[in-house]
């Protein structure tokens, strides 16, 4: 039986985590759960799972919760104090982190230096401050099981393979909803097109980042930081069948893949479950009803957002934090219809040029930098 918490229990990761836990109730058991603002969910799964520990965002959804389930024996926390003492409690075995943006960065740090083992969905902690973040991992002798279903998948492909011998890692992308478009045609690009993600289920957020390929770019952020490899040693391949999660390449030219199905289940329930494989009722791809398997090199000339975040993985210091800010920034505005689709990699760009280089950035420079490119990017997002 191992001891569960997730942060971000009510988004799209973090529902598809109970499912897992939901259908092995002898293999783990859930010790807390965290959500923002989701009352009602949170509600519904407190009743399923019966954790101890539960963090909101505030008090006024603490009043809002107590109305909708009783939370007596549970304690309850806002999340200023309550994600760090879910990191850190003494029962949590494994702390999957499926929060969106960069609340659980400081959580993720405590948990790594309490020997908690780290299910990593929430890939802006990675991309902010990766160089500090593992560093803080192998100080610690820490543990972090990607749960990104392509890092998912290089993870599984590395096991068991000595560093030294890879060569290439070749992360895979569907291309998204806008894959087949001229480039003249993304300006017609409005908020439900962007939604439509051809082959994934996922918040909002990461379905827009999908579409304009910053998905892709923060995954070779992430890829780079995890598994301690250069960022030119990562070709992004794009496979709109989505059959193949990723590939590594090895020294003597032999390439493993990870192939799956894709539901997010199957990453979640390999972390969860890791270093075993256990079965489940997934079903298996369906490989003779495959009409083609193709691959294609990304066009950076259409999908700017991808392009710039290549150049911020090789710049590395601050550009992957100010990067990630002026994006989530800009998506924002996108999902609130405040500017266009190809206004994203403006905003993104522009932030970036005017901001001070850091090569080495310590926590307290990487907390104000973001604070300054959200600022920075709102200006632009909202006078556009
Ligand atoms: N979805 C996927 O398939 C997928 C795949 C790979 C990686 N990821 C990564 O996993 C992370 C989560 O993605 P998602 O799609 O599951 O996001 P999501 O559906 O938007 O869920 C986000 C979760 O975080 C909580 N949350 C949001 N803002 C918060 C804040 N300021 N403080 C504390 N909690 C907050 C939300 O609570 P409320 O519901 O109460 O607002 C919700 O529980 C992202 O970093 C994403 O890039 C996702």
């Known amino acids: 039986m191992k001891n569960i918490a997730i942060l971000g229990s009510t988004g799209s990761i973090g529902t598809n985590t109970l499912r897992v836990i939901h259908s092995r109730p002898r293999d783990f058991r859930v010790i807390a759960l965290s959500s923002y603002s989701n009352m009602h969910l949170l509600a519904r799964q407190i009743k399923l799972f019966q954790p101890k520990i539960i963090s909101v965002s505030d008090e006024h959804c603490i009043k809002k919760l107590r109305q909708l389930v009783n939370l007596s024996g549970i304690k309850v926390y806002t999340q200023d104090k309550g994600l760090e003492f879910i990191a850190k409690h003494k029962q949590v075995q494994t ?15 405590r948990a790594i230096e309490h020997g908690k083992t780290i299910a990593l969905a929430n890939k802006e902690p990675l991309v902010m401050a990766g160089d500090i973040l593992m560093k803080i991992v192998r100080k610690n002798k820490g543990r972090i099981i990607p749960v990104d279903s392509e890092h998912s998948a290089i993870f599984q492909c590395l096991h068991n393979e000595q560093k030294e011998s890879f060569r290439r890692i070749y992360l895979t992308g569907t291309g998204g909803p806008f894959h087949n478009y001229a480039k003249k045609d993304l300006k017609k690009v409005n908020l439900k097109m962007a939604l439509n993600h051809p082959k994934w289920k996922m918040g909002k957020k ?6 304009t390929l910053m998905n892709k770019g923060l995954e070779l952020i992430e890829a780079r930081w995890l598994f301690d490899v ?13 059959l193949i999660h990723s590939m590594v390449e090895f020294c003597d030219r032999s390439i493993l893949a990870q192939l799956g199905v894709t539901d997010m289940r199957l990453p979640i329930q390999y972390a969860l479950d890791y270093p075993l494989r256990c079965a489940n009722k997934l079903k298996s791809p369906d490989f003779f009803g495959l009409k083609s398997v193709t691959f294609f090199k990304p066009d950076l000339n259409k999908f700017p957002c991808l392009a710039i975040a290549k150049k911020a993985a090789i710049l590395g210091g601050s550009a992957g934090c100010v990067m990630n800010a002026a994006n989530e920034i800009a998506v924002e505005a996108f999902l609130k219809e405040e500017i266009s689709f190809l206004e994203i990699p403006d905003v993104i760009s522009r932030v970036l040029e005017k901001h001070k280089f850091v090569k080495h950035p310590n926590l307290d420079k990487i907390f104000s930098l973001d604070k300054w490119a959200r600022r920075e990017a709102g200006l632009l997002c909202y006078q556009l």
């Open 230 to 242: 250069r960022p030119e040693m990562i070709e992004i391949v794009i496979h709109p069948e989505a």
């Open 95 to 109: 702390l999957v982190v499926a929060t969106a943006g960069i609340v659980s960065l400081l959580p993720t740090i």
């Open 206 to 211: 990461i379905t827009i980042d999908s579409a």
